[in-house]
């Protein structure tokens, strides 16, 4: 990925999580998104930085708005234009054909994406380079399993170890790994798509045999058992469960195989997301905000009509909700021209609750569903 004659140190981005095309209780967010990948550009170049390394849910769903494609895309060729190579995988959100598609012709301007996963870890380094580039894409059992058909792979991690124990790493390089995984005792919250029952955690000793490993996966940033087993986290808060988490871009610096350093920049938000609380009378007299938030109202007797009258205060008002010492509510609040998406899990819930007298199915139920939907998925993008 990078010149193999520089020296190191090399320095990288780690991102994760763009989500790019995703909206917030209804509203889009490109306006911010494009302002966070411009901070991004902006610290690529007075930092001087070698590389990104992109670690996967580049958009919010597998077809992604042709306004997020196209924002993706003057991100890599600013990149470019500044002579900075990119590494990318596919997470969960992301269609792999669709995230690889070009990949060939994209390689020689230092974009590189993995072809089609072929059960083994894509290196995109040059091999006399000392440090060495891995991809994995977002991987499942069932994806890993066709390619070794007589070794166990019924859960993530062993689909995990597959992959590594066949691909060849020499472990005298520094080698770096782009991994798109939920790692045991990851924080988590309510943007992420997780197995239920926790079918896809993966022990982090899995990457042992690399000296930097840059997740995504999980929005929080975070170190997983050591330092340089992190999770770059989504850049901005894509949920109300994340209001108290502190986005930050991650810069990587490798000075040698056992001596990597990492540093967090904060995010500057366009636009926040948070909580306000109290009665009436006190929110109706707050200034006018363009933030993402949530309303309580603390009155005891609410006012009946008090959404509609604080969306002059609150314009972007994604939750509504009345919490007092009788009640506590709190509704998703859409725009009339928008609709919200449900998962596909979400509605066989609702249809197995409906076609069984309200009784809701069994984690094991809902986690063969979940296995089931994201190998139809897997299909429907191949």
Known sequence: MANATKKLPRRYLHLADLHLGKRLGGFPLLEEQEDVLEQAIALVQARALDGVLIAGDI????????????????????????????????????????????????????????????????????????????????????????????????????????????????????????AHQFITGGATCDSEELAVGGLDQVDAAVFADFDYVALGHLHQPQRCTRDTVRYAG?????????????????????????????????????????????????????????????????????QPDARMLLRSNFPRMVRFGVENSRVRTDLIVVPEEAEPERSPLAMFEDFFIHQNNGTPPTEEQLALAQEIFRELEEEARA
């Open 59 to 178: 958009y919010d769903r597998p077809s992604p708005p042709v306004e997020a494609m196209a924002l993706f895309d003057r991100f890599l060729t600013q990149l470019h234009r500044l002579g900075v190579p990119a590494a990318l995988i596919s997470g969960n959100h992301d269609a792999p054909g669709r995230i690889s598609y070009f990949s060939d012709l994209l390689a020689p301007s230092g974009i590189r994406v993995p072809g089609e996963f072929a059960g083994v870890l894509e290196c995109v380094s040059s091999p006399d380079d000392p440090v060495q580039i891995w991809l994995l894409p977002f991987v499942t059992p069932g994806r890993v399993r066709r390619f070794y058909p007589e070794t166990p792979v019924t859960t993530y991690e062993e689909a995990v170890r597959a992959v590594l124990a066949h691909s060849p790493i020499d472990k005298e390089r520094i080698n770096l790994l782009l």
């Open 234 to 302: 989504s850049p901005l808060k894509y949920s109300l469960s994340e209001e108290n988490q502190r986005k930050s871009f991650t810069l990587v610096t490798v000075h040698a195989k056992d001596d990597i350093t990492v540093e967090e920049v904060p995010v500057r938000f366009l636009r926040d997301v948070y909580t306000v609380k109290g009665p009436f009378a006190e929110l109706r007299e707050a200034p006018l905000t363009e933030d993402y938030v949530r309303v309580l109202l603390t009155d005891e007797e609410a």
